[in-house]
């Protein structure tokens, strides 16, 4: 099971931190990322890292802005946004794959999203 929080309201510079808590896998031997789906709009792909944290790979949408870490002794897995703009506003998705290079294509496990709204 995949357990999001941490959305909420923030004004368009702000940021928040989503958390993505793990239990009933083998944490460590999965990539783990974060998608999006804002309304009306496909579900897209945000950040993804790998088994270790020593890889990450983000959406060009959000590079520079958010950082992806995870904490494999907890369990955890982190979002930290910045800067967030109107066009984050989303429910974001955390996700489990067990491919960090082909991230995305046999996701086996979604967590239930958190929806991050962003005023301007």
């Known amino acids: 099971q995949l357990q999001a929080s941490g959305g909420g309201l923030v004004q368009a510079g702000g940021s928040l931190r989503l958390s993505c808590a793990a239990s009933?896998?083998?944490?460590?031997?999965?990539?783990m990322g974060w998608f999006r789906q804002a309304p009306g709009k496909e579900r897209e792909f945000v950040a993804v890292?790998?088994?270790?944290?020593?890889?990450?790979k983000y959406a060009d949408s959000v590079k520079g802005r958010f950082t992806i870490s995870r904490d494999n002794a907890k369990n955890m897995l982190y979002l930290q946004t910045s800067s967030l703009k109107s066009e984050d506003t989303a429910v974001y998705y955390c996700?489990?794959?067990?491919?960090?290079?082909?991230?995305?294509?046999?996701?086996?496990?979604w967590g239930q999203g958190t929806l991050v709204t962003v005023s301007s």
């Open positions: 996700a489990a794959d067990l491919s960090y290079f082909n991230y995305g294509q046999k996701i086996v496990r």
């Open positions: 890292i790998s088994y270790t944290g020593a890889g990450t």
């Open positions: 009933g896998l083998t944490f460590r031997d999965y990539a």
